[in-house]
């Protein structure tokens, strides 16, 4: 089992930069492909970056590519991302994942344990 706590939500205004964190307990961390999802209100949770356990695989959804940076800290079992230039459209909970082996995927599907979600509310 893997426990997955976020933070670093918060009101921010349009073109502002926030910076989640994702503290994991649990199994060893590093083993594990980690992933940020996010869902508003009616919609499905839709994926917004994934990072492979060492960290050399990483991919974005096209809507947040060159604005927001996913990044991880094995050694201190956090992941985090970097959220700048943000746009009203970035309002949404945002949810930490990670899934079971060390390769990335794009689908909510394919990961195993989820944390509770942080609101990130950008203002216009």
């Known amino acids: 089992q893997v426990q997955l706590v976020e933070s670093g939500g918060g009101l921010v205004q349009a073109g502002g930069s926030l910076r989640l964190s994702c503290a994991a307990s649990?199994?060893?961390?590093?083993?594990?492909?980690m992933g940020w999802f996010r869902q508003t209100p009616g919609k499905e949770r839709e994926f917004v970056a994934t990072i492979s356990w060492s960290g050399a695989s990483i991919y974005y959804a096209d809507s947040v590519k060159g604005r927001f940076t996913i990044s991880r800290d094995n050694a201190k079992n956090t992941g985090y991302l970097q959220m700048n230039s943000l746009k009203p459209e970035d309002t949404a909970v945002y949810y930490c994942?990670?899934?079971?082996?060390?390769?990335?995927?794009?689908?909510?599907?394919?990961?195993?344990?989820w944390g509770q979600g942080t609101q990130v509310t950008v203002s216009s």
């Open positions: 994942s990670s899934r079971r082996g060390s390769r990335t995927a794009v689908d909510v599907r394919d990961y195993d344990y």
């Open positions: 649990g199994r060893t961390f590093s083993w594990y492909a």
